[in-house]
């Protein structure tokens, strides 16, 4: 499997931020990045849930706004997903040492996997009381606090959107607007404004829908309105995914291997392209060698010390939740599968944590008043230079067909 740029991924933007508020970098940032940051006192990052370099690229045409602004190229972490690859870049470290790892995480004392975000049980559906296990075990300050702590003129703010924020904004102007009000609210400001789509309607309706297409086409079209806005070009605003999505063809692999589940110490965590297995010690050959076989054109199956050795998390130390969630073997999508919960009524249509380029590889959109103006000037200079060679393709053209036209009349000179 291909595991993502660590050096060049969402850990190393949120790095760079950092560094340019003034706050020591945890990790290398991006060099990109940090000349694109230099003069600018008001920064705002919007996260488009889902919305993958791949997306963008299938959805809106080579000469739409945000694709003609992309400005570089980086990679989501391992998994591409919500809750490891955001959280990855608001804490700025990577998920083995953040220990957000994916959807559905083990916690001490509990003998099913918590999905992270919502605290319910993954198996019973049971809601356990507050306040959240993430809160109690995975607690850490993220670049926000960190900022607004160390930094003694700048303003920090996270904005989310309903239903994230119960009492966020519901329509997509509204987000917009509120994110550059709050960093109008002060001299330099930073702000991360999260948007759950299209990612949501990609889960439901597939990579190639029509909702899916006008989902991005309009946050397309809103950013081209907020961010062209004259009061707005003193603002360098990026746009980001968390991840990229893939259609995908759900596996019942219990359904398919009953006796697997007599081998497993509990139920598999973390994502259904990600999956941790707890496999008793006296099957572990058996399963490897049983998976492999009927999975392995699929899934790449790792031991545990493959996973850290090879660092498919990410670099640093471990936090202590990764020893709690992550079984002895981890089944990672190399293809269009998941593997399916037998409770799972619904499946996914679209989805992400594999690790395929569609869904590590995001975006960085980057736009404020000096980009549009060096932009102006260099599309003015590529419209020159287009025009000027298809004057010259035309005359050599017009040459080619006077020459032929002139050697056809000597000939027939000749004849006569």
Same mark, same amino acid.
Request: proline share 5%; hydrophobic share 35%.
């Given at each position: 499997?291909?595991?993502?740029?660590?050096?060049?991924?969402?850990?190393?933007?949120?790095?760079?931020?950092?560094?340019?508020?003034?706050?020591?970098?945890?990790?290398?940032?991006?060099?990109?990045?940090?000349?694109?940051?230099?003069?600018?006192?008001?920064?705002?990052?919007?996260?488009?849930?889902?919305?993958? $370099?791949?997306?963008?690229?299938?959805?809106?045409?080579?000469?739409?706004?945000?694709?003609?602004?992309?400005?570089?190229?980086? $990679?989501?972490?391992?998994?591409?997903?919500?809750?490891?690859?955001?959280?990855?870049?608001?804490?700025?470290?990577?998920?083995?040492?953040?220990?957000?790892?994916?959807?559905?995480?083990?916690?001490?004392?509990?003998?099913?996997?918590?999905?992270?975000?919502?605290?319910?049980?993954?198996?019973?559906?049971?809601?356990?009381?507050?306040?959240?296990?993430?809160?109690?075990?995975?607690?850490?300050?993220?670049?926000?606090?960190?900022?607004?702590?160390?930094?003694?003129?700048?303003?920090?703010?996270?904005?989310?959107?309903?239903?994230?924020?119960?009492?966020?904004?519901?329509?997509?102007?509204?987000?917009?607007?509120?994110?550059?009000?709050?960093?109008?609210? $002060?001299?330099?400001?930073?702000?991360?404004?999260?948007?759950?789509?299209?990612?949501?309607?990609?889960?439901?309706?597939?990579?190639?829908?029509?909702?899916?297409?006008?989902?991005?086409?309009?946050?397309?079209?809103?950013?081209?309105?907020?961010?062209?806005?004259?009061?707005?070009?003193?603002?360098?605003?990026?746009?980001?995914?968390?991840?990229?999505?893939?259609?995908?063809?759900?596996?019942?692999?219990?359904?398919?291997?009953?006796?697997?589940?007599?081998?497993?110490?509990?139920?598999?965590?973390?994502?259904?392209?990600?999956? $941790?297995?707890?496999?008793?010690?006296?099957?572990?050959?058996?399963?490897?060698?049983?998976?492999?076989?009927?999975?392995?054109?699929?899934?790449?199956?790792?031991?545990?010390?493959?996973?850290?050795?090879?660092?498919?998390?990410?670099?640093?130390?471990?936090?202590?939740?990764?020893?709690?969630?992550?079984?002895?073997?981890?089944?990672?999508?190399?293809?269009?599968?998941?593997?399916?919960?037998?409770?799972?009524?619904?499946?996914?249509?679209?989805?992400?944590?594999?690790?395929?380029?569609?869904?590590?590889?995001?975006?960085?959109?980057?736009?404020?008043?000096?980009?549009?103006?060096?932009?102006?000037?260099?599309?003015?200079?590529?419209?020159?230079?287009?025009?000027?060679?298809?004057?010259?393709?035309?005359?050599?053209?017009?040459?080619?067909?006077?020459?032929?036209?002139?050697?056809?009349?000597?000939?027939?000179?000749?004849?006569?």
């Amino acid at each position: 499997m291909r595991i993502p740029d660590y050096n060049n991924c969402l850990v190393n933007l949120s790095n760079s931020i950092l560094k340019h508020f003034g706050i020591e970098p945890f990790h290398e940032t991006i060099k990109e990045v940090d000349k694109m940051l230099e003069g600018n006192d008001q920064v705002i990052v919007f996260l488009f849930d889902g919305m993958g $370099s791949f997306l963008l690229e299938k959805h809106l045409d080579v000469d739409n706004y945000m694709r003609m602004n992309v400005r570089h190229k980086l $990679s989501s972490v391992f998994p591409p997903t919500t809750v490891a690859a955001t959280d990855a870049f608001l804490l700025a470290k990577y998920p083995v040492e953040t220990g957000y790892l994916g959807w559905t995480q083990y916690f001490p004392h509990h003998g099913e996997p918590i999905e992270v975000f919502t605290n319910k049980g993954s198996i019973t559906s049971n809601h356990y009381p507050q306040p959240k296990l993430r809160d109690k075990y995975l607690d850490e300050k993220n670049i926000v606090t960190l900022i607004n702590e160390q930094s003694n003129d700048t303003k920090a703010y996270v904005l989310f959107s309903y239903p994230v924020d119960k009492k966020g904004p519901r329509l997509l102007s509204s987000f917009i607007k509120k994110a550059y009000k709050l960093a109008h609210s $002060s001299p330099k400001t930073f702000v991360y404004a999260y948007w759950p789509y299209p990612d949501h309607t990609i889960h439901e309706k597939g990579v190639n829908a029509k909702a899916t297409r006008r989902q991005i086409q309009k946050i397309n079209r809103l950013f081209v309105r907020y961010t062209t806005k004259p009061a707005n070009q003193s603002v360098l605003t990026f746009a980001i995914a968390d991840h990229g999505l893939i259609d995908v063809k759900p596996i019942d692999i219990l359904k398919e291997h009953p006796a697997w589940e007599d081998m497993m110490e509990k139920p598999w965590a973390i994502e259904s392209r990600a999956a $941790s297995f707890f496999i008793k010690k006296e099957f572990e050959k058996q399963f490897k060698n049983e998976f492999n076989e009927a999975y392995g054109d699929k899934f790449e199956l790792y031991t545990k010390e493959q996973v850290l050795k090879n660092n498919i998390f990410g670099l640093g130390n471990p936090h202590p939740m990764v020893e709690v969630t992550l079984g002895n073997f981890l089944a990672i999508a190399i293809d269009k599968y998941n593997i399916r919960r037998p409770d799972d009524h619904r499946p996914f249509i679209g989805h992400h944590a594999g690790a395929t380029d569609e869904e590590y590889t995001i975006s960085l959109v980057g736009v404020n008043g000096t980009l549009l103006e060096q932009d102006k000037e260099r599309w003015r200079k590529e419209d020159e230079e287009k025009n000027l060679n298809e004057a010259k393709r035309k005359l050599n053209i017009d040459d080619d067909a006077n020459r032929v036209e002139s050697l056809e009349d000597n000939s027939k000179q000749d004849e006569n």
